[in-house]
């Protein structure tokens, strides 16, 4: 009930505050850079481009969000009220990455359409769920530690640019053969091959312990955003959510 009540909350702020007007805006930016695209460069400007989308939206929607939540004293909610830090990290993840989810179906729909693709809409649904889930979380972990939202702006452009790395293994320079060999452990990378088999690039294995890592990595976020958040938004020493 509490979770249900909070997920109105951020589906109503959404729309009130032009988020998903932001998202649409975002999704329509993408769709036409892309059309403007040969076919033959589909296979690695589709992972750029969602990885480039989730992680912007993740990162700029969540610290909105938080932001707002503490400049009207929405926080102070979680302190007098049964609602827990976990509850109101969720109901952030939940109502984000749906808006996420339908920005990926809405522009690979029109990239598709447009470049008569065919496109595995599963691939889609997960690869924004999961990828969507890391940036956010990321994105709300780093707003714990600045009091303002630009504050926040310069840690995330160095948080994506270290999380863009393996963008340069498309790139057919020697200079950055050597990335081949540890690529494979930037959460990144695993979002690129889950992206790469919504236009039926899939290794299975790899698609599978993709998956896994994506899902760990957030698993992880998520306990680290729980801790933060009680101690250094809220001030509480205790961590109520275990």
Partial sequence: MRLS??????????????????????TAVWLGMISLLPVYTMGYVIPI??????AVTGFLFIAAML???KGQGTLDVIVTSPVRVSEYILSKLISLSTLICFIAMGLVFGVSSIKGLEAN????????LLSGSFFILLGFITSTFYKSF??????MGVWLAVLFIPFLTYINIDTFDFLDAIVFLWPTYSMMKIIDAILGDSNIIFISLSIAYIMAMNFILFRIAVKLFNRKVIGREGDIDG
Wanted: glycine share 6%; charged share 15%.
């Fill in 121 to 128: 809409y599963g691939f889609v649904l997960l690869a924004s």
């Fill in 49 to 54: 481009a969602f990885v480039t989308d989730f």
């Fill in 67 to 69: 932001f707002f939540d």
């Fill in 150 to 155: 630009t504050d926040m702006i310069m840690p």
């Fill in 5 to 26: 009540k909070l997920l109105k909350w951020d589906f109503v702020f959404q729309v009130k505050y032009g988020i998903v007007i932001a998202g649409i805006i975002i």
